[in-house]
């Protein structure tokens, strides 16, 4: 699969393109535009939902690439880029999508949304299809459920699945994004009525997972799930991790989170260490994803997008959350956007890097592995990372081909850092 976006001017970025593979990482310092390009990413992929709704509600195309730039707007807002110019172009596979901005002066921009001919007529085709087929379902003499109910099985049976399964696939995927932030939702949970009250405009980056989130927790350590999928093992291991990270176990009860430790105290996640708000959320979504994978779309794999995974959280703790992302990479072939401040972020990919490297020449055991790895993680196959950083608005590839590892000079330079000042300061005595 080939998947890649180039951004020229947009926001606080000049020029960036990205290749995308199954494991993607962004690192770099703050407000310098991680995540304007994660977000642009998600934004992309989340096309395709527009199309689908569009292919249901029966939408012309000019509605439809309404519903797109309104998406974007939401997204990002008109003023920070009003009165500019930019490019932005999304590829997938033979798809590609382009929103142009063309400044008409100083404060007023114009957008333009393009896309392939071919997406086009894929979505006149399949419009085709499932207007035939609710007319021919309202002919029958005798329908076998509601209206909705069929009209919801013909959506599932003639679209939406022929999508998922066929050359389109990847196109037609649903990303989840993990936004940075996470303690709100520890916040929200007892406040939620005079939030809702209060009309505030909520990002939607939040609204998004938190509607997701909600799903999640009705889904983490639900038995019957656990019981019928075929990596029992694997997912209590997840498990097992996320408790390390959050030094307990988590509950849901009386419709709120709660954290009991070791010795059996129980903590609302609102009263919790601002580390436990910040992951639980993160880990209750990436613990249910094999739950969530369905075995009839085996091809449908988006992006999952996670925003600082390590916010608030000590080293080892990082690397534990790097080991359940490559232990669903490597076992459920899943895909992972992530931005970030941590050379230890960096430094445990490495490792995992490191020991797809090791295993392939000595024949060592992915168990070995783990024993080594605070008994988690997976090894990494090099090819399938991508990793950049950005400078002046541009991103820097920092991928070492050579030696295999993803941003060497980076952990140099942060290390030489520090080395320096305590060498100066030494030489002062």
């Known amino acids: 699969m ?18 995308i593979k199954q494991i993607n990482v962004l690192i770099g310092p703050q407000a310098n535009g991680k995540s304007v390009i994660a977000k642009l990413l998600y934004f992309f992929q989340g096309i395709s939902t527009e199309f689908l709704k569009g292919i249901r509600s029966q939408l012309s195309k000019r509605e439809l690439d309404k519903a797109i730039i309104d998406k974007f707007e939401s ?9 500019t110019g930019f490019s932005i172009v999304y590829t997938i596979n033979d ?9 008409k ?25 499932f207007l035939e087929k609710i007319n021919d379902n309202q002919l029958e003499e005798e329908p076998l459920r509601g209206r909705g109910a069929s009209e919801a099985s013909i959506y599932r049976q003639h679209i939406l699945v022929p999508l998922r399964t066929s050359k389109y696939s990847d196109f037609f995927s649903d990303p989840i994004f993990i936004p940075a932030s996470r303690s709100f939702f520890a916040n929200l949970q007892k406040n ?11 990002d939607p980056f939040l609204t998004d997972f938190g509607s997701f989130y909600e799903r999640a927790k009705a889904l983490f350590k639900e038995d019957i799930f656990i019981r019928n999928s075929n990596d029992k093992q694997l997912i209590k291991n997840l498990y097992k991790a996320a408790e390390k990270v959050i030094n307990g176990e988590y509950e849901y009860k009386d419709k709120q989170d709660w954290i009991i430790s070791t ?11 601002s ?12 613990c249910v994803l094999p739950i969530l994978k369905n075995p009839n779309l085996p091809k449908a794999q988006a992006l999952t997008f996670i925003e600082e995974p390590e916010a608030h959280l000590f080293p080892s703790a990082q690397s534990l959350i790097v080991s359940i992302i490559t232990e669903l990479s490597s076992t459920f072939d899943l895909k992972f956007f992530i931005t970030s401040h941590s050379p230890y972020i960096l430094s445990a990919l490495n490792n995992c890097i490191l020991g797809s490297e090791v295993l392939g020449k000595n024949e060592k055991s992915t168990e070995r592995f783990q024993q080594i790895n605070n008994g988690s993680g997976a090894p990494l196959d090099f090819e399938k990372v991508s990793a950049y950083t950005i400078m002046d608005g541009k991103t820097i590839n920092i991928i070492d081909s050579e030696y295999k590892m993803i941003g060497a000079e980076m952990l140099d330079e942060v290390s030489d850092h520090f080395q320096d000042v305590m060498n100066n300061l030494l030489n002062m005595e």
Do not use: C
Request: hydrophobic share 40%; proline share 2%.
């Open 105 to 129: 002066n100083k404060t007023k921009t114009k957008l333009s949304l393009k896309y392939s001919e071919e997406l086009k007529k894929l979505y006149t085709a399949k419009k085709r299809i």
């Open 192 to 202: 939620i009525f005079t939030f809702l009250s209060s009309n505030v405009d909520i």
């Open 75 to 83: 997204y990002f807002p008109k003023y920070a880029w009003d009165g």
């Open 275 to 286: 580390g436990q708000q910040e992951s639980l959320p993160m880990l209750i979504v990436l």
């Open 95 to 103: 798809i590609q999508i382009e929103i142009h901005g063309q400044a």
């Open 263 to 273: 010795k059996g105290k129980r903590t609302n996640l609102a009263n919790a260490s």
């Open 2 to 19: 080939e998947e890649k976006i180039h951004i020229t001017d947009f926001l606080v970025i000049k020029n960036a393109e990205l290749e």
